[in-house]
């Protein structure tokens, strides 16, 4: 069955960068878009990033972008996260999730169990 | 961009209908028919309810039902059903170099 599976979260000081990694699985990996979603701490889910199915778009909403950078490695079934010059308010559980779609229609229908990233000095 | 609006909250009673309602623009939600709807009870990953506005994902009851009208996209769950106690959010696709907006989600409350 499908299964994505987040790691590289944690605990990190302003400014400091972290890499989120998401490795999948019981699926075509290189047919699908890739979504980062994230919600903070009492919050609402908001869309973050995705990447088409063969890594040549990516998009990213704007309070991240220039900061974020999506990725993904179709030989590994890997989708990554890289997080830099990281603010308070990143600090949310971040969802790796698949689009039903090769590209971004937001039909996000197979989720991880989400990763927490907690920026704090 | 600016997320969808959605009512903080509704309820109802068990066997009961209830629609939540999602609401963004023509760049949107009335451009695109590209609405999903998920839920998401406390702690866990979200579920896709809802897909391209009316579709329903194999597994999902047929109980939670899709529309749109103009800039308004809706879920309707009907036969309400303890176990529906949740968030609800929905999304569009956009088309834009910000693809996917969501809405600010619904908390469901099953009386």
């Known amino acids: 069955q499908v299964q994505l599976v987040e790691s590289g979260g944690g605990v990190v000081q302003p400014g400091r960068s972290l890499r989120l990694s998401c490795a999948a699985s019981?699926?075509?990996?290189?047919?699908?878009?890739m979504h980062w979603v994230r919600q903070a701490p009492g919050k609402g889910l908001e869309w973050v990033a995705v990447?088409?199915?063969?890594?040549?778009?990516?998009y990213y909403t704007d309070s991240v972008k220039g900061r974020f950078t999506i990725s993904r490695d179709n030989s590994k079934k890997m989708v990554y996260l890289q997080m830099n010059s990281l603010r308070a308010e990143d600090t949310a559980v971040y969802y790796c999730?698949?689009?039903?779609?090769?590209?971004?229609?937001?039909?996000?229908?197979?989720w991880g169990q989400g990763t927490l990233v907690t920026v704090s000095s | 961009q600016s997320a969808l609006a959605q009512p903080a909250s509704v309820s109802g009673s068990p066997g009961q209908s209830i629609t939540i309602s999602c609401t963004g623009t023509?760049?949107?939600?009335?451009?695109?028919?590209?609405v999903s709807w998920f839920q998401q009870h406390p702690g866990k990953a979200p579920i896709l309810l809802i897909y391209?506005?009316?579709n329903r994902p194999s597994g999902v009851s047929h109980r939670f039902s899709g529309s749109k009208s103009g800039n308004t996209a809706s879920l309707t769950i009907s036969g309400l059903q303890a176990e529906d106690e949740a968030h609800y959010y929905c999304?569009?696709?956009?088309?834009?170099?910000?693809?996917?907006?969501f809405g600010g989600g619904t908390k469901l409350t099953v009386l």
């Open positions: 999730a698949r689009d039903y779609y090769s590209s971004a229609s937001g039909a996000l229908d197979s």
């Open positions: 019981g699926f075509t990996f290189s047919s699908y878009g």
């Open positions: 990447i088409y199915d063969d890594g040549n778009d990516e």
């Open positions: 023509s760049s949107d939600i009335g451009g695109y028919d590209s």
């Open positions: 391209d506005v009316t």
């Open positions: 999304n569009s696709y956009t088309g834009t170099s910000h693809p996917v907006v």
